[in-house]
T-cell receptor, first 116, second 114 residues
Framework: DQQVKQNSPSLSVQEGRISILNCDYT??????FLWYKKYPAEGPTFLISISSIKDKNEDGRFTVFLNKSAKHLSLHIVPSQPGDSAVYFCAASSNTGGTSYGKLTFGQGTILTVHP | DVKVTQSSRYLVKRTGEKVFLECVQDMDHENMFWYRQDPGLGLRLIYFSYDVKMKEKGDIPEGYSVSREKKERFSLILESASTNQTSMYLC?????????????FGPGTRLTVL
């Protein structure tokens, strides 16, 4: 039962163009969302997050959009650079309190390749 | 800089062996996590701990146990390794239970069970 889904296993983009990575979720209790980036032979690193009280969060070239009614979020990278080539994971958490705090549910990941 | 280290990058074990994966963080974080990463399944939470000697099951705890005797160290134990536990294992830590805190990951241990 995959509560966070990234339906595109891979995405290929030309340098300088926009990369759009998508993520869907099914659990309506999720209200905080994150994107992590992972290079080969390294652990994932945090990229950007968004709370459900917002519909957009921007950090430099990275913007995350949240559509709560559609249970959908997307990560936009503009302009894309070859160094952005990595696996991108979407993650979500719910405000259930107690010992559930800090627990994340991850998607399957999308491999982004940015061609020079 | 937060540093999360894992005892081995690569490990090969035989079916039925007891396997210990060690994780150490150096930033006095309260929370620690063990995930496994498999193609097409992403990262799945095995166990986590929010304090010394405290542990909580994640989404796929079967076949695993954990130990947290010291704040900086979180161990994952495979009591009797099986081939379906061949995977990449990732340890992470975060400052405390505030879910907005970033999780910092180690480089991972690639475990192969023959």
């Amino acid at each position: 039962d995959q509560q966070v889904k990234q339906n595109s296993p891979s995405l290929s983009v030309q340098e300088g163009r926009i990369s759009i990575l998508n993520c869907d979720y099914t659990n309506s209790m999720f209200d905080y969302f994150l994107w992590y980036k992972k290079y080969p032979a390294e652990g994932p690193t945090f990229l950007i997050s968004i709370s459900s009280i917002k519909d957009k969060n921007e950090d430099g070239r990275f913007t995350v959009f949240l559509n709560k009614s559609a249970k959908h979020l997307s990560l936009h990278i503009v302009p894309s650079q070859p160094g952005d080539s990595a696996v991108y994971f979407c993650a979500a958490s719910s405000n259930t309190g107690g010992t559930s705090y800090g627990k994340l549910t991850f998607g399957q990941g999308t491999i982004l390749t940015v061609h020079p | 800089d937060v540093k999360v280290t894992q005892s081995s990058r690569y490990l090969v074990k035989r079916t039925g062996e007891k396997v210990f994966l060690e994780c150490v963080q150096d930033m006095d974080h309260e929370n620690m996590f063990w995930y496994r990463q498999d193609p097409g399944l992403g990262l799945r939470l095995i166990y986590f701990s929010y304090d010394v000697k405290m542990k909580e099951k994640g989404d796929i705890p079967e076949g695993y146990s954990v130990s947290r005797e010291k704040k900086e160290r979180f161990s994952l134990i495979l009591e009797s390794a099986s081939t379906n536990q061949t995977s990449m294992y990732l340890c992470a830590s975060s400052l405390n239970r505030d879910r907005t805190n970033e999780q910092f990951f180690g480089p991972g241990t690639r475990l192969t069970v023959l």
